[in-house]
T-cell receptor, first 114, second 113 residues
C-alpha cells in the first residue's frame, strides 16, 4: 500500500521568509496529492492539491510542485505570515480507475514568528 | 450544507465502557472515512465506505473497533470495550465526488480514563 513520508516535522521561520515542506510517496500509481492545513484545535482543511498531469500549481502565496519520476512533491509558502502557523499534512491517493484511500504524511508543524 | 457533522464533540469515559461516535456526511458525497489523530501516530485511516459499503477496514486496530454505515447520511464508530490507549481525536470525513476533496468534521475528542 501507499506510504507517505514528510519532512521536516517542525519548521520555524521569520515572518516574510519562505517555508518549504517536502513529501515522498511509494506507490507509483498515486495521482492525486492534496495538502491540508490544521490549525490548533481545528479540523484539517484543504489548501491546495495537484494531480499527476501537472508539475506545478500556484495559488497566491502557496505553490505545490510534483516530480513523478522521483515520487516527491513539495509545498512552498512565500511571504509567510503569523496566521500561516499550523500543522500541514501532505497526502497521496489514486483517484482514477477506482478511488483508493487517502494516506497522510506525519505532518509538519510550522511556526511563523513576527 | 452544514458540512460534516460529528457527535459528541467531547467524550470522557472509563476503561471498559462502550463508546459510540457518530457522523453525518455531506449530502451527495460518495465516500466516508474515519480517521484517528494522536500526537504519536498522526492521522491514521481506520476504515472507509463507498456508497455505504465498507471498502477497507485494514486500519481498524483491533476487534474492539467496529464501524457501520446503515444509510448514506449516517455512520457510527464503536469501541467496546474502550481502553486508555484509545484516547485520541476521531475525525469523520466525506469526499466530494467531483473534486476528490475530503471535508472533515470537527472531530470527537475521546478520553478514556
Amino acid at each position: 500500500g501507499e506510504n507517505v513520508e514528510q519532512h521536516p516535522s517542525t519548521l520555524s521561520v521569520q515572518e516574510g521568509d519562505s517555508a518549504v515542506i517536502k513529501c515522498t510517496y511509494s506507490d507509483s500509481a498515486s495521482n492525486y496529492f492534496p495538502w491540508y492545513k490544521q490549525e490548533l484545535g481545528k479540523r484539517p482543511q484543504l489548501i491546495i492539491d495537484i494531480r499527476s498531469n501537472v508539475g506545478e500549481k500556484k495559488d497566491q502565496r502557496i505553490a505545490v510542485t510534483l516530480n513523478k519520476t522521483a515520487k516527491h512533491f513539495s509545498l512552498h509558502i512565500t511571504e509567510t505570515q503569523p496566521e500561516d502557523s499550523a500543522v500541514y499534512f501532505c497526502a497521496a491517493s489514486k483517484v482514477s480507475g477506482g478511488y483508493n484511500k487517502l494516506i497522510f504524511g506525519a505532518g509538519t508543524r510550522l511556526a511563523v514568528h513576527p | 450544507d452544514a458540512g460534516v457533522i460529528q457527535s459528541p464533540r467531547h467524550e470522557v469515559t472509563e476503561m471498559g465502557q462502550e463508546v459510540t461516535l457518530r457522523c453525518k456526511p455531506i449530502s451527495g458525497h460518495d465516500y466516508l472515512f474515519w480517521y484517528r489523530q494522536t500526537m504519536m501516530r498522526g492521522l491514521e485511516l481506520l476504515i472507509y465506505f463507498n456508497n455505504n459499503v465498507p471498502i477497507d477496514d485494514s486500519g481498524m486496530p483491533e476487534d474492539r473497533f467496529s464501524a457501520k454505515m446503515p444509510n448514506a447520511s449516517f455512520s457510527t464508530l464503536k469501541i467496546q470495550p474502550s481502553e486508555p490507549r484509545d484516547s485520541a481525536v476521531y475525525f469523520c470525513a466525506s469526499r466530494d465526488t467531483n473534486t476528490g476533496e475530503l471535508f472533515f468534521g470537527e472531530g470527537s475528542r475521546l478520553t478514556v480514563l
